[in-house]
């Protein structure tokens, strides 16, 4: 693969060798230094915690090292966009940092939320697409408008290592947050989780569905991976049976650029959709996942994310380990070090 920016683009197979990459390196089977004497960019035009410890650390245990940045605080204001007059406040275009960086580093990872101003132009990523159109070395996406496929891939790590593999019951429900998110992380762990041949089940408020277009190919991913998906207004019913409960709030599109209104919208399902103990009754003894930081009774009690059932910190350790595959997937492994 020349970049990674959603699980989408990969094989079944190719995200099968990620998963068993990722847990050679969590039991240390390998100890590949694939970055050794090479550095990787990383570029946070947001806040991070997970993912820029994670990939810093990361770096580091495959021989490498990280160069931070963030736009319009330790480098230049950045404009995407093709054509535009520069005569506002952005000082540097995509088209030379990239290539810039480029000269210098092995590959260079991106983290930009969407704005939730406008639906239509945020969907299609671009300010991501922005820098792999300019780029000559690997993009790593560490979550855009739409995708947050390390995170997705560390879920799918996570399932694996705690119930085995093969099909499971796998249920992303909405939650209530007092203000509206962007939907990278929903959007894909449903595409992840289809493309694993899971049994998906998506459950939100009516108006809170997911893009029309992503959920079609997410349909097509499912069937051509033996799987099923289903979505629901009836989140008791979700959690029926479950084996997989993973919580997130995003906002509905239908609201981007009014956030007034989605906010007095949502606050109509705060009590309703939270993880409780009673819900987690009604499945079959799921784990309970989220990709944190997480609102605690506000999303999930303290009683479910406290309890035996909650992987939420090995889900975030896991995020270690399959950004290292990932890196060494793209990267090719220049020197090999087993047991």
Known sequence: ??????????????????????????????KSKPLADRSVALVFFNPSLRTR???QVGIY???????????????????????????????EHVAEFVRVLGRYCAAIGVRTFAALKNWDEERTDPVLNAFAKYAD????????????????????????EKLGAGRKRVVLTWAWHPKPLPMAVPNSFVL????????VVVACPSGYELDDELMETIRQQSAGAGGRLEVTN???????????IYAKSWGAKRFYG??????AQRAEHREKWIVDEEKMTRTNRAIFMHCLPVRRNVIVTDGVIDSP?????DEAENRLHMQKAIMASLLGKKETSRG
């Open 192 to 199: 992840a989780a289809a493309q694993m041949g899971h049994e």
């Open 53 to 55: 410890a994670s990939m």
């Open 61 to 91: 245990e495959l021989g490498g090292n990280a160069v931070v940045l963030e736009p319009g605080g330790t480098s230049w204001t950045l404009e995407h966009r093709d054509g535009v007059v520069m005569d506002g406040d952005k000082t």
């Open 258 to 263: 009014t956030p007034e209104k989605d906010i």
């Open 309 to 313: 059932q909650s992987v939420v910190i």
């Open 234 to 244: 009836d989140i008791n019913a979700a959690f029926d049976g479950a084996e997989v």
């Open 137 to 160: 070395v690997p993009i790593i996406n560490l979550e855009s408008a739409m995708h947050h496929p390390c995170q997705s891939m560390a879920d799918m790590m996570t399932i694996r």
């Open 1 to 30: 693969m020349r970049h990674f920016l959603t699980t989408g683009d990969l094989s079944h197979a190719e995200l099968e060798a990620l998963i068993e990459s990722a847990l050679r390196f969590k039991t240390g089977e390998d």
